[in-house]
């Protein structure tokens, strides 16, 4: 686990930066629809929750594609 860290780090970051930001909005505008604080912060956790892991697969996903790119730039072979 800690290697699994260690050589994602700054995507766990990243990740869980823009978690803390999602929840924060997610729990606005649920508050704002319902009025209640508990309903909202439920609210909140679920579906950020599920979008971080997300984006974390989607910027892994992505990181590889731009190595890929690189490689093949070093390599004179058009992206």
């Known amino acids: 686990m800690?290697?699994?860290v260690r050589s994602n780090l700054?995507?766990?970051q990243k990740t869980a930066s823009y978690y803390l930001v999602h929840i924060s909005?997610?729990?606005m505008v649920a508050y704002a629809v319902t009025g209640d604080l508990l309903i909202s912060l439920t609210l909140s956790l679920l579906e950020p929750t599920v979008q971080a892991f997300a984006f974390f697969?989607?910027?892994k996903v992505w990181e590889r594609i731009n190595v890929r790119r690189a490689a093949r730039a070093l390599e004179g072979v058009p992206a």
């Open 2 to 4: 800690t290697r699994f």
């Open 10 to 12: 700054p995507t766990l």
């Open 25 to 27: 909005v997610a729990a």
């Open 57 to 59: 697969f989607h910027e």
